[in-house]
């Protein structure tokens, strides 16, 4: 039984009437939504997942999919005995990581994910940054405090990539071509390596260069929560840095607001961090009144 069954036909008009407006509004517009790892866990959301993305098609947005896959690439590192440490919520990655790491991501996860699309009506392109040369990035590093002496170090990611370029030249060629883009987060450095990259980051350096009406990062949470685990409905910056200096954002939320920060910064209209594993999560947030994640703003 769907979900339609339950309410009635002269409902069911006033819901797509009510969803005009919106749908006016992101007419021809860019949002990017990415999807994690997490959000991504049962079929049957992946699935609905991908005909509400269908749907932003067919209604003349232009959605561009980039997608996580961290949970999926810690069972098959731990099917090969693989072991993988975290730090700022960034996977470190040896050379076994990486080649695992992009077998995952480029491989099973996106034409999975390309396949519920089609099979959904869509026609999704499955790429990753490397395609095209989409995503040039740098070796990446994050500052540590040493939990013995609390002195600040550098820590060797290994081949974890920060975005330093976007080129735009094959998105283009998708973009408002009825083709929607399934990304990867996998760059290439200028000599050439494959490189990591945190799906959070990679998605606001896609929107950022896009300069996307909308950025949806997708989770396994309802947003950002304080610290009694509550959920913090509007977040300004300057609020999300602090929250992240005290403790408050840790693990992988930690990319997930940065990159939030990083796209209001580079123009991006709006950031939003919401529960992916709620039904329909990206037609409730963009096509209803009622906001369900986390607004980081100005
Ligand atoms: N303040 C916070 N609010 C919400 N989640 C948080 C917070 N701090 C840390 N987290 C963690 O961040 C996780 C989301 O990041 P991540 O596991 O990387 O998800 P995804 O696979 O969707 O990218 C949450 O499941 C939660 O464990
Ligand atoms: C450098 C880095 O941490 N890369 C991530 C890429 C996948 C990802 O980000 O997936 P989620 O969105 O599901 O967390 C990783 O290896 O897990």
Redesign the pocket.
């Known amino acids: 039984m769907s979900d339609d069954s339950r309410i009635s036909p002269l409902d069911q008009a006033r819901i797509l009437s009510e969803a005009l407006p919106h749908m006016q509004r992101y007419d021809e517009e860019t949002i990017v939504i990415k999807y ?4 991504m866990g049962s079929e049957n959301v992946a699935r609905q997942f991908a005909s509400d993305i269908v749907l932003l098609e067919q209604t003349a947005i232009n959605p561009v999919v980039v997608h ?1 896959g ?2 999926q690439i810690a069972a098959m590192l731990q099917r090969l005995g693989i072991k993988s440490e975290f730090a700022a ?1 960034l996977r470190i990655t040896d050379a076994a990581t990486i080649e695992i790491v992009e077998m995952v991501l480029a491989g099973s996860i996106n034409k999975q994910l390309v396949g519920y699309i089609n099979e959904a009506g869509g026609k999704a392109v499955g790429l990753c940054g490397k395609d095209g040369n989409m995503v040039t990035a740098a070796k990446a590093t994050r500052m540590l405090a040493d939990p013995d002496s609390n002195i600040e170090k550098v820590v060797d990611l290994g081949f974890v990539g920060e975005p330093e370029k976007v080129d735009l030249t094959l998105l283009n060629q998708l973009i408002g071509h009825e083709l929607i883009p399934v990304l990867a987060p996998l760059a290439t450095s200028k000599g050439g390596q494959t490189f990591n990259v945190n ?2 980051i990679f998605a606001g350096a896609v929107a950022g260069a896009l300069k996307a009406k909308r950025l949806l990062l ?4 309802p ?4 610290k009694s685990k509550q959920l913090i409905p509007e977040l300004s910056i300057s609020d999300a840095r602090k ?1 992240i200096a005290d403790g ?6 930690i990319p ?1 607001v940065e990159t939030c920060i990083y796209a209001l910064e580079q123009g991006v209209g709006g950031v939003v961090i919401i529960d ?1 594993k709620t039904p329909h999560a990206v037609l409730l947030e963009l096509f209803t009144n009622q906001g369900t994640g986390t607004l980081i703003h100005k």
């Open positions: 994690g790892g997490h959000a996580g961290g949970p919520g799906a959070d997708l989770t396994d949470v947003g950002v929560l304080d929250l408050t954002i840790s693990g992988g939320m997930k992916g």
